[in-house]
């Protein structure tokens, strides 16, 4: 850039100002730095060399895809169920005891043998979504909530002597197994252990700073992706209660979890519990008309009852067709309870089930790419062509359903009690 005296500067006026400001703009120089004194030495302009005229281009169209992840429609999952937690040190009670570590091996091989996490709710509304390659995995938590299972630590995560802590943590350092799980609680037959001494948790002499700190952890669950579910007020033996108990039981469970949450001052997450019950002991009621009170449950906001679980020890162990399976029965479906034995099965079966795919949707404009019809009609094309498979279609934030020969935009069926 030249350096401009002031007194030549002086003589710009008029028509000679803009003649110089545009050869500066041509030159690349910019106007204001045209007229900052600087002290770059004066350079010689080389003459531009004779500009040869270059072919107008042509704009190049580059073509837009979009990339759908598919969820097979016959893709299973492992519905896990574990329920207590202790330190490596301590003896086991019974086998629905585990290991921390124990806990933090199957996570390791699970995430290994490719699969990754999706929330129960998820799961059960077809709205799941893994990445492509991977398979789908729940992990359910019964007879919640004791500390061991989920203690949210002073700097708002959970301990890592906790079951949830120790899932939280494999989900840091894992991100692509995701961090879910669903706890179905007991609110009626024991307290909340408030303290943590090393690896251990007690008993406060306080009920009502165990009470809050049981509401604090249920919203921090709800706001993490722990989904809280009904497991009964004190784990009944089904089919020895009554039906007026059956309810009891079930409505009274659901009430507590929602005092629990008004009294940390979180009744603005009550609308945001579901409603899915875990039989207690993996028992029905005796009678048909204590079965119909658990299928025909509606939850105080209304909400009807979205999956009944049972659970399976090792010599019924049964995966869980999805929402888009003719063999999903929302009213009962299968869970695993989780032991060595249940791990190395599913370890094995892991090679044979279903991964997520991908699928390359286009070329498109790039303004169509929210375009719901447009995405229809792709999706159609690629099943046609033979390029990609029937399935549910995650596109952004939109899901469509491939089945049947037919492509159409999905959301969640509502249900209708039996
Ligand atoms: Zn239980």
Redesign the pocket.
């Known amino acids: 850039m030249k350096k401009i005296p002031r007194n030549v500067l002086m003589k710009f006026t008029g028509i000679t100002l803009w003649v110089f400001l545009a050869a500066q703009l041509l030159s690349g120089c910019s106007v204001a730095q045209s007229f900052m004194p600087t002290e770059t030495p004066t350079s010689t302009a080389t003459p531009l060399p004779t500009a040869t005229p270059l072919p107008t281009p042509t704009p190049t169209e580059v073509p837009f895809y979009l990339d759908a992840a598919v969820m097979p429609l016959n893709q299973q999952a492992p519905i896990l169920l574990y329920?207590r937690f202790i330190p490596d040190w301590e003896a086991k009670e019974a086998i629905t005891f585990t290991r921390l570590s124990e806990f933090k091996n199957d996570l390791q091989k699970l995430y290994d043998s490719g699969f990754s996490l999706v929330s129960l709710k998820s799961w059960i509304d077809g709205t799941y979504l893994v990445p492509p390659g991977k398979k789908p995995l729940v992990i359910t938590i019964?007879?919640f909530w004791f500390a061991d299972q989920i203690y949210i630590s002073e700097d708002g995560t959970p301990s890592p002597y906790s079951g949830i802590g120790v899932l939280w943590r494999f989900a840091q350092e894992h991100p692509d197994f995701g961090f879910s799980a669903a706890g179905?609680s007991?609110m009626g037959d024991k307290y909340y252990g408030d303290r943590q001494i090393g690896d251990k948790f007690f008993y406060g002499d306080n009920q009502d700073a165990m009470w809050l700190k049981l509401g604090q952890t249920i919203a921090w669950a709800i706001e993490n992706g722990v989904e809280p579910y009904n497991?009964l007020l004190q784990?009944p033996m089904l089919s020895k209660t009554a039906d007026k108990d059956i309810q009891w039981q079930i409505e009274e469970n659901d009430r507590l979890t929602r005092y629990y949450l008004e009294l940390a001052g979180r009744g603005d997450l009550i609308p945001r519990l579901g409603n899915m019950i875990?039989l207690?002991?993996g028992e029905w009621p005796a009678t048909y008309s204590g079965i119909e009170i658990i299928k025909k449950y509606q939850n105080q906001e209304g909400k009807p009852v979205e999956a009944i679980f049972e659970?399976y020890l090792y010599a019924d162990k049964e995966l869980t067709p999805s929402a888009f399976s003719n063999d999903f029965n929302r009213y009962n479906l299968a869970r695993l309870t989780a032991s060595e034995i249940m791990t190395q099965w599913l370890l094995q079966q892991a090679p044979d089930l279903p991964d997520a795919q991908s699928c390359r949707l286009g070329p498109l404009a790039q303004n169509q790419a929210d375009d719901q019809a447009v995405i229809q009609g792709l999706i159609s094309a690629a099943i046609q062509s033979g390029s990609c498979f029937e399935g549910a279609y995650h596109v952004g934030e939109q899901i469509f359903l491939a089945r049947d020969g037919e492509v159409v935009p999905y959301s969640p069926p509502s249900i209708i009690a039996p």
């Open positions: 329920h019964d007879d179905f007991n497991h784990h875990a207690p002991f659970a």
